[in-house]
Nanobody, 119 residues
Framework: QVQLVESGGGLVQAGGSLRVSCAASGTFFSIDTMGWYRQAPGKQRDLVAGITSDGNTNYADSVKGRFTISRDNTKNTVYLQMNSLKPEDTAVYYC?????????????WGQGTQVTVSS
């Protein structure tokens, strides 16, 4: 089985910073794209940032210049550094990974971590 375990969410004031992490564990061959999504109450889950296995990144327009996604392939971990946080960044943040197991690619999700930005 494969698990994605997130950590690092919390409460921060507007203008502050947080870093969330997501570590993959279990039996698998490799990890392709990893990403972070977020879902605010009453809204759909949207992509925040993604990173390929060779380090290419993409970001939602709303977080460009403020958030940075990175990964450590030796630790099977993806990070999201969030700076200059705004109240509208408040959401549950979910980690996502495309993981190769037994010749196929499977899509896995973490359990989510709450990020709350107070004004």
């Amino acid at each position: 089985q494969v698990q994605l375990v997130e950590s690092g969410g919390g409460l921060v004031q507007a203008g502050g910073s947080l870093r969330v992490s997501c570590a993959a564990s279990g039996t698998f061959f490799s990890i392709d794209t990893m990403g972070w999504y977020r879902q605010a109450p009453g809204k759909q889950r949207d992509l925040v940032a993604g990173i390929t296995s060779d380090g290419n990144t993409n970001y939602a327009d709303s977080v460009k210049g403020r958030f940075t996604i990175s990964r450590d392939n030796t630790k099977n971990t993806v990070y999201l550094q969030m700076n200059s946080l705004k109240p509208e960044d408040t959401a549950v943040y979910y980690c996502n990974a495309d993981i190769r197991r037994f010749g196929r690619i499977y899509d896995f999700w973490g359990q989510g971590t709450q990020v709350t930005v107070s004004s």
